[in-house]
């Protein structure tokens, strides 16, 4: 009997030595320069080894710190002890036919994300792949059309877990298996991924420092360099963020507008009562005008098509008129319906018709293509069979049970 309990006790001594050793580890994976050059000064190292492990992880897809051979031995000792290069786990992978790539994450805490990889599907625009991003688990906003919206808020992610989520997506092009990226050889390593949306889970301006870190990340040199055109983040219309994020990073900007008017939209977008049309033109004018007048620029604008209820020939009308002078290009986006959700998809004769009062008034307009249909990865409902966790989901689902019980 004593000897179970010492046994018990040592194994329960080394599991707590090993967790508290994972848990001091500090994770280098979503580190900016800046923030990475701080923590090796804080460790008593040059700060330009920041940029050699930038280096490491984002262009070569190095985790293993005995891999990064320009570090000397001893430091190389020192963050295997101290630090990691961690990224989200992956607990689910899907692959359609038609290349779209879908990923569910286990993070910190057990919550699940979903992160999407879009190929274009038009031959003149060969090699561009879209990764649709993540930005918090559910969504506090609410809108009436989102089903991510319909789980509630449960957390932000991390920076790890938002830039994890791009280097995820390019390693899957190297390894289909996380495990044997180890053994691949990484001065051959190509990042395969050319474009970014905010356009995952989350309302991106809500967990700003983490996000605008990331995309920093993107747009490095020493890291992704992607051009600023092809790093995307989407809004409902956080106004007071979208000026500090104009302040901040220079990257496109797409605004989930979905209405022509308050009255609608206070419906549709809730954030809306809060931040009205007007201040949201207002804020994306500034973004597009003030800050680098001298570099041309748009907003896209996001607008899902609701049948009958804001996809009428009146509303594209209403709409033009409320766009003139936001230099913007429209995406129509057509509802992808979920369970219980209270909308139709419009068809596509009225999207269509809705599109052609929008070019015939000047704008360049463009109709979303669904991709992945396959294994439900239609961007901007990125939900699916994900797990949800809150409170709120509870009483929706539990309302849901109510009505088709009446
Ligand atoms: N919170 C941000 C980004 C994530 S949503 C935002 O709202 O912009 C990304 C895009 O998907 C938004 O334009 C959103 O309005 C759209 N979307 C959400 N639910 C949808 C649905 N059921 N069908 C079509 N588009 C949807
Ligand atoms: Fe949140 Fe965007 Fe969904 Fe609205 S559309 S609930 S802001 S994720």
């Given at each position: 009997m004593s000897t179970i309990t010492t046994a018990q006790n040592s194994a329960r001594a080394n599991s707590i030595t090993l967790l508290d050793e994972a848990k001091a580890k500090t994770n280098l994976l979503g580190m900016t320069q800046a923030q990475l050059s701080d923590y090796f000064k804080s460790i008593g190292e040059k700060p330009f080894r920041a940029t050699q492990v930038i280096k490491w992880i984002y262009q070569h897809g190095v985790t293993d710190f005995e891999q990064m051979t320009n570090l000397s031995k001893s430091l190389r000792d020192k963050l295997m002890f101290n630090a990691c290069v961690t990224p989200p786990k992956v607990i689910h992978r899907?692959?359609?036919?038609?290349?779209t790539r879908k990923w569910v994450f286990e993070v910190t805490g057990g919550s699940l994300v979903?992160?999407?990889l879009i190929p274009a599907d038009d031959s003149k625009v060969d090699g561009r792949k879209t990764l649709c991003i993540s930005s918090q688990v559910g969504c506090a906003l609410d809108c009436s059309f989102c089903s991510t919206g319909k789980q509630g808020f449960e957390r932000d992610l991390s920076a790890a877990e938002i830039i994890g989520q791009?280097?995820?997506?390019?390693?899957?092009?190297?390894?289909?298996?996380?495990?044997?990226?180890?053994?691949?050889?990484?001065?051959?390593?190509?990042?395969?991924?050319?474009?970014?949306?905010?356009?995952?889970?989350?309302?991106?301006?809500?967990?700003?420092?983490?996000?605008?870190?990331?995309?920093?990340?993107?747009?490095?040199?020493?890291?992704?360099?992607?051009?600023?055109?092809?790093?995307?983040?989407?809004?409902?219309?956080?106004?007071?963020k979208m000026y500090e994020l104009a302040q901040d990073i220079d990257v496109a900007l797409a605004i989930s507008l979905h209405a022509p008017n308050d009255e609608l939209r206070n419906e549709l977008v809730p954030i809306n009562k809060k931040y009205p049309l007007a201040e949201l033109i207002a804020a994306a004018k500034h973004y597009?005008?003030?800050?680098?007048?001298?570099?041309?620029?748009?907003?896209?604008?996001?607008?899902?098509?609701?049948?009958?209820?804001?996809?009428?020939?009146?509303?594209?009308?209403?709409?033009?008129?409320?766009l003139e002078g936001l230099p913007s290009k429209i995406n129509l986006i057509p509802f992808n319906?979920?369970?219980?959700?209270?909308?139709?998809?419009?068809?596509?004769?009225?999207i269509h018709a809705f599109s052609n009062i929008l070019s015939q008034a000047g704008f360049v307009c463009t109709i979303r293509q669904t991709?992945?249909?396959?294994?439900?990865?239609?961007?901007?409902?990125?939900?699916?069979?994900?797990?949800?966790?809150?409170?709120?989901?509870?009483?929706?689902?539990?309302?849901?049970k109510d009505r088709s019980a009446i």
């Open positions: 899907q692959y359609s036919d038609d290349g979903e992160t999407v791009l280097w995820v997506a390019n390693a899957s092009y190297m390894s289909d298996d996380n495990d044997s990226l180890a053994d691949i050889d990484h001065s051959a390593w190509e990042n395969k991924v050319t474009n970014v949306v905010m356009m995952g889970m989350g309302e991106p301006l809500l967990n700003y420092d983490p996000v605008v870190g990331s995309m920093a990340l993107m747009l490095s040199d020493h890291a992704y360099g992607l051009s600023k055109r092809r790093v995307t983040l989407s809004t409902s219309g956080v106004v007071p597009v005008y003030d800050v680098n007048p001298r570099h041309k620029k748009h907003v896209t604008i996001e607008y899902v098509m609701l049948d009958g209820v804001n996809d009428s020939d009146a509303h594209a009308y209403e709409l033009a008129a409320l319906p979920f369970p219980h959700a209270p909308y139709d998809k419009s068809s596509n004769n009225r991709r992945g249909d396959d294994i439900d990865a239609a961007c901007g409902q990125l939900v699916g069979q994900v797990a949800d966790r809150t409170r709120r989901s509870a009483k929706w689902q539990q309302s849901i």
